[in-house]
Each structure stands twice: as structure tokens, then as C-alpha cells.
């Protein structure tokens, strides 16, 4: 079957550089997505990964290793905003997103 | 300026009740879809439509049903509503078939008492 696993739920401190990990198995593969959700609220999206490597976006970072199934995304200089939910999401053959549970991230001062 | 909009956005009836969500788009995108989120926050992809076409249809019961009168609006029509319809339900479109960065409504949170 199809499966998205991520950490529940992570604490970093403000400032700080934290890792989210993600992997991933699908039938088939055509990218990976990470959206971003706080408490309440609809997700936003924040990076689109197809090809192997790191994509930097600002403060916000995300990777992929097709061969591994696994992405993660980085996030540096933690501001109390970043606290939310962060949903990995691939898309498979089918071109169909496959979601995970998300990981609530607590930033803490 | 909204680009998705959902009314209403807080929704409470009880069991056995029919009701319908409403999502528009204002973004010129040609799929829309709708997402139920349950309390563990998994995102389930319910429905999709394209150009008008239901082109994803995930194992749903029937009791839910997209309409979609036009490519800005899909609104979602529920019948004999259970307990375990409470959720958080998404609209969300993008530009073209393929799911690609997906622009999501505010949500509406269905209570059934």
C-alpha cells in the first residue's frame, strides 16, 4: 500500500535549526510536496521537490532522495510563527497526493 | 481577495440531517477538489473535478456528492449525516489536472451531534 510516515510531533527553541523527516512509499513517484498548517487554519504550501538535492527557500529548505523514499525539511533561525503543523505529501503515478499525518512543530522561547 | 472561499465556515446538525458546503474559486484554476480532515489531521482526499468532469472519486459513501455548476465553483452536498462525518472539510484547486501546488479554502468545521 501507499504510505506517508513523519514524526508525530517535534520541539526546537527559538533561533534554532530543526530537521522534519519524511518518508515515503508509493506507486510511483512524481514529486514531493510540504505544506505548511497552523492550528485552525487551511494548509499552504511551501516546496515541491521531483528531482534528487536540496531546495532553498528563504529561511525554509527542503530535500528529496528518490532511491532513499525520503525528503526532509529544514527550517533555520526558528521564529514562534513556524509553530505548525507540517504535512508531507507525495504524488504518485496516478498523479494523485498521498498525505501524511502532518508534524506539529513547538517552538519554544 | 480571496482565492478559495468556503461558507459556511463552522457547521453543527445533527444525525440524519442533509446539508451542503459551498467552495468557490476566484484564482482561474481548472480542478478544484475536497479534502476531509479528521482528528488525527490526516487529509483525505474525497473528490476532484476538472473542466467539470469527476475525475477522482476515492472510496467515499455515497451519501456525499460534488456539484459543480461551473469551473469557479464546487460545492459538496451531504445526505443523512452521521456521527462520523464530524471533521474539517478543504476545498482546494490548482492549475491543471496533475495535483500541483494546491491553494486551499479557510475550511469548514462539521459538528454532528
Known amino acids: 500500500g501507499q504510505n506517508i510516515d513523519q514524526p508525530t510531533e517535534m520541539t526546537a527553541t527559538e533561533g534554532a535549526i530543526v530537521q522534519i523527516n519524511c518518508t515515503y512509499q508509493t506507486s510511483g513517484f512524481n514529486g514531493l510536496f510540504w505544506y505548511q498548517q497552523h492550528a485552525g487554519e487551511a494548509p499552504t504550501f511551501l516546496s515541491y521537490?521531483?528531482l534528487d538535492g536540496l531546495e532553498e527557500k528563504g529561511r525554509f529548505s527542503s530535500f528529496l532522495s528518490r532511491s532513499k523514499g525520503y525528503s526532509y525539511l529544514l527550517l533555520k533561525e526558528l521564529q514562534m510563527k513556524d509553530s505548525a503543523s507540517y504535512l508531507c505529501?507525495?504524488?504518485?503515478?496516478?498523479?494523485?497526493?498521498?498525505w501524511g499525518a502532518g508534524t506539529k512543530l513547538i517552538i519554544k522561547p | 481577495d480571496t482565492a478559495v472561499s468556503q461558507t459556511p465556515k463552522y457547521l453543527v446538525t445533527q444525525m440524519g440531517n442533509d446539508k451542503s458546503i459551498k467552495c468557490e474559486q476566484n484564482?482561474?484554476?481548472?480542478?478544484m477538489y475536497w479534502y476531509k480532515q479528521d482528528s488525527k489531521k490526516f487529509l483525505k482526499i474525497m473528490f476532484s473535478y476538472n473542466n467539470k468532469e469527476l475525475i477522482i472519486n476515492e472510496t467515499v459513501p455515497n451519501r456525499f456528492s460534488p456539484k459543480s455548476p461551473d469551473k469557479a465553483h464546487l460545492n459538496l452536498h451531504i445526505n443523512s449525516l452521521e456521527l462520523g462525518d464530524s471533521a474539517v472539510y478543504f476545498c482546494?484547486?490548482?492549475?491543471?489536472?496533475?495535483?500541483?501546488?494546491?491553494?486551499f479554502g479557510p475550511g469548514t468545521r462539521l459538528t454532528v451531534t
Open positions: 505529501a507525495a504524488l504518485d503515478s496516478n498523479y494523485q497526493l498521498i
Open positions: 482546494a484547486s490548482s492549475q491543471g489536472e496533475v495535483a500541483v501546488e494546491q491553494y
Open positions: 521537490n521531483v
Open positions: 484564482l482561474g484554476h481548472d480542478t
